[in-house]
Antibody, heavy 122, light 108 residues
């Protein structure tokens, strides 16, 4: 059974930093691209970042480029999102999401974690 | 960036009704559209990929159609568990992957 378990969400002040983790199990982790998708309170879904199975290719939404860094440790089956220079508009539930069929490309998300809450406020 | 516009924003229907949800892309995305269902407090669930392919375990009452810029998600006969928010998503041109604003299917 595929499982994705996010952790690391917290209340942080504007300008602060946070690192999210997503522990994966139930599938060959290094064979799939992975993503972070967020959802602000009462709003829709926003893709944040994704990376290839090897971690060699990374992609970002313009809204987070230069502030967030996605990475993975395939030996630990874990996905990360390092978030720096956080802003109020980064407040959201952050979901880890598995790519449906690709190791290199970002297409669709067939499994999602339960989400972790990030709140940026003074 | 490809913008996806979903309509209507809210659809009020009764169990057993047919639901027709629309997603329009700002430019052609071929058939590279997916649909997700999200219930309150839960993560989204993939229903349809590449416009018309049901994801694993998705009931046959869910179907997708369309190509180019206009897409439809149809629920042939609404079950009580189908009342939720539905999002479309494109993978034609990325980054970024983009989602529509969602359609809420609520009980009439």
């Amino acid at each position: 059974e595929v499982q994705l378990l996010e952790s690391g969400g917290a209340l942080v002040r504007p300008g602060g930093s946070l690192r999210l983790s997503c522990a994966a199990s139930g599938f060959p982790f290094n064979n799939y691209a992975m993503n972070w998708v967020r959802q602000a309170p009462g709003k829709g879904l926003e893709w944040v970042s994704g990376l290839s199975g090897s971690g060699g290719s990374t992609y970002y939404a313009d809204s987070v480029k230069g502030r967030f860094t996605i990475s993975r440790d395939n030996s630990k089956n874990t996905l990360y999102l390092q978030m720096n220079s956080l802003r109020a508009e980064d407040t959201a539930v952050y979901y880890c999401a598995k790519e449906r069929e690709n190791i290199h490309s970002l297409y669709y998300f067939d499994y999602w974690g339960q989400g972790t809450q990030v709140t940026v406020s003074s | 960036e490809i913008v996806l516009t979903q309509s209507p924003a809210t659809l009020a229907l009764s169990p057993g009704d047919r639901a027709t949800l629309s997603c329009r892309a700002s430019q052609s995305v071929s058939t590279f559209i997916g649909w997700y269902q999200q219930k309150p407090g839960q993560a989204p669930r993939l229903l349809i990929y590449d416009a018309s392919n049901r994801a694993t375990g998705i009931p046959t009452r869910f179907s997708g159609s369309g190509s180019g810029t206009d897409f439809t998600l149809t629920i042939s006969s609404l079950e009580p568990e189908d009342f939720a928010v539905y999002y479309c998503q494109q993978r034609s041109s990325w980054p970024p992957l983009t989602f529509g604003g969602g359609t809420k299917v609520e009980i009439k």
